[in-house]
């Protein structure tokens, strides 16, 4: 695999450390590799348990695919090469639990884009990147997997920056996995496991509930969905609620699909709104437990 030899135009993690890394990994691995790439591919997926003997089914399909869409984009793009991590992110242990208490994978899979060669701009790529990803969500979403749930699974495919992953943390409690990042180039004939790129990533704790002025008391859910239906600046389509179903797990629909009279068939509490999620990039927004609001807090 080309080794970079620091940011190029702005694009890719830092120089690789010498020392050999064949180790487990570990939350703070997983902390930096969300802080080491500008660019990555996430896919967000949620399922319910196929079957007590074989619980995971489809997320296991769909890292499979993971695997093999890394494949197809070096070979594509023989100027990007690409870094997949083994298991999921999360966004929060206590959401964990609570899908792991209700029979539910929810979760993101990630790869890092960076360039393998030093001229070349990842940016320059972001279109092809972004229909290779829309492409890649149709794929899943036509395949035996996933029609044959009984509970169709939900799934989101998306280029995007890396400052707009939002909060994610490694996931230890649904799906743990073990094993070091794939890195995989079109100068290199097999994939390569290593933590060496992420040496010298700076890791440095976020607060994404605080706005710069201080902390302040989070708005309600029904202010966060009025201010997205009515602020002519915020796409009410690019946004989905993120609500707690108390037999199915967490569970998000369009914010325009809401339906917020006590009278309608399909009216949800609003107290069990969790989370609004930006649909073009997959960040949560607004969190209630996780007191996170970047709705009015931008």
Not at 114 to 120: D, E, L, M, R, Y
Not at 138 to 160: G, K, N, W, Y
Not at 287 to 293: C, G, L, P, S
Request: proline content about 6%; glycine content about 6%; hydrophobic content about 35%.
């Amino acid at each position: 695999m080309a080794e970079t030899t620091g940011r190029v135009s702005g694009e890719g993690p830092r120089r690789p450390s010498a020392e050999n890394s064949e180790q487990r990994s570990t939350v703070k691995d997983g902390q930096a590799f969300i802080k080491a790439f500008t660019y990555y591919i996430r896919v967000d997926v949620s399922s319910r348990h196929f079957s007590e003997e074989h619980p995971h089914r489809f997320l296991e399909f769909v890292k499979a695919e993971v695997f093999i869409l890394c494949q197809d984009i070096i070979h594509s793009t023989p100027s990007i090469s690409v870094t997949l991590w083994p298991g999921l992110f999360v966004f929060s242990e206590h959401e964990s639990k609570e899908s792991v208490r209700l029979g539910q994978d929810r979760g993101t899979f990630l790869i890092g884009i960076q360039p393998s060669k030093p001229a070349f701009d990842v940016e320059d790529a972001q279109d092809e990147l972004s229909k290779t990803a829309q492409r890649f969500e149709q794929h899943l979403r036509s395949q035996p997997a996933f029609l044959d749930e009984d509970v169709p699974p939900t799934i989101s495919v998306r280029f995007v920056k890396g400052t707009r992953l939002g909060r994610l943390v490694m996931d230890e409690w649904m799906w743990p996995q073990s094993g070091a990042p794939l890195m995989l180039s079109a100068s290199s004939a097999e994939p390569q496991q290593s933590y060496d790129f992420l040496a010298d990533v700076d890791v440095k704790p976020e607060s994404d509930s605080e706005p710069k002025g201080g902390p302040s008391k989070l708005r309600p859910a029904t202010e966060v969905l009025s201010r997205l239906r009515w602020d002519q600046e915020l796409d009410s389509s690019d946004y989905n609620v993120v609500y707690l179903d108390r037999f199915s797990g967490y569970k998000e629909i369009p914010v325009d699909q809401w339906k917020s009279e006590t009278t309608e068939d399909e009216f949800i509490p609003q107290h069990r709104i969790t989370a609004f999620k930006q649909r073009s990039t997959g960040e949560i927004v607004w969190h209630r437990a996780e007191k996170i609001d970047k709705i009015f807090h931008r």
